[in-house]
């Protein structure tokens, strides 16, 4: 009998590939969670932001501010701001990536004999798991600030399962865009998309009081959508003028991620299987 006959192939060994992806992935996810530990100054600001965003819209624009059918400001816009936080996160997975990409730290990864896929699907994961931890901050903000749900425990976690949609299907955009860009300065600059996004929305003011062809622009956009589905689950104020989308936004809610991701989850992998080509 030969000595390859003779081997026994060690429990490492005898896993699939479906098990390396997994536990590599954790092991990128385990990566990014100790960096936020080692510096603590990126979570601060990741979580600190948006309580500082809730509390100037809430108490320095609040007054200015009207919700629909004369119903509470904060609780028209609060769910407003949750999806708005959720889109924002998109900047900092792009530029967590390019940031890995510049300092070599991607080509590494790619070096060592673990699963392709694990750098994209652990970045997400990583990055999912501190909008949990956004979200659960800004929630406890605003109910501090008066904020209240008029929905039951299951629409609630059903409001915050579609913002964690979002989160996470705008992740594979900012993974796409970390991996085009060619430095951080570069990334930072993706606020300037970024913020027209975000405001031509629902997210402060109903669609209906905008110019008819920006009030259109602005019911179509995705985080619209979130937003009125949240605050209808929530049971807070919908800003909705009769039209089909608003009217809808429970489903597209839904759909809306999917397309996202379903266009951008497999060219930010493709384009990750083609650095340093």
């Excluded at 965003?53 to 320095?60: E, I």
């Excluded at 990055?127 to 605003?142: G, N, P, Q, W």
């Excluded at 008029?150 to 913002?163: C, E, K, Q, R, Y």
């Excluded at 919908?238 to 497999?266: C, R």
Aim: proline share 6%; glycine share 8%.
């Amino acid at each position: 009998m030969s000595a390859v006959d003779t081997v026994d192939l060690s429990p490492a060994d005898s896993h699939g590939r479906a098990y390396w992806a997994v536990a590599d992935c954790w092991n990128v996810v385990r990566r990014g969670l100790t960096h936020y530990q080692r510096q603590p100054i990126l979570i601060v600001w990741q979580l600190g932001f948006p309580i500082i965003s809730v509390l100037l819209y809430g108490y320095v624009f609040g007054g200015a501010m009207k919700a629909p059918d004369g119903g509470s400001v904060r609780d028209f816009l609060m769910p407003g701001m949750f999806a708005m936080t959720m889109a924002f996160g998109f900047m900092n997975t792009a530029i967590a990536v390019v940031t890995d990409v510049s300092k070599g730290v991607v080509d590494r990864f790619r070096s060592m004999p673990m699963a392709p896929s694990a750098v994209v699907t652990g970045r997400g994961v990583n990055d999912l798991i501190v909008a949990s931890a956004e979200l659960t901050i800004l929630a406890a903000t605003a109910f501090a600030m008066g904020w209240r749900t008029d929905a039951g425990a299951a629409a609630s976690l059903a409001a915050f399962g579609l913002l964690l949609l979002l989160r996470f299907c705008l992740i594979w955009v900012g993974i796409l865009l970390g991996l085009l860009v060619p430095n951080q300065e570069a990334a930072g600059g993706l606020y300037a998309v970024a913020f027209p996004l975000t405001m031509i929305s629902s997210v402060f003011v109903p669609p209906s009081t905008m110019p008819d062809w920006l009030g259109a622009v602005a019911a179509w956009n995705p985080i619209s959508s979130t937003a009125s589905a949240a605050r209808e689950l929530f049971g807070n104020p919908v800003a909705s003028d009769g039209s089909w989308v608003q009217e809808n936004a429970l489903l597209m809610a839904v759909v809306w991620p999917l397309v996202i991701t379903a266009v951008f989850a497999p060219l930010a992998v493709r384009r990750f299987q083609r650095l340093s080509r």
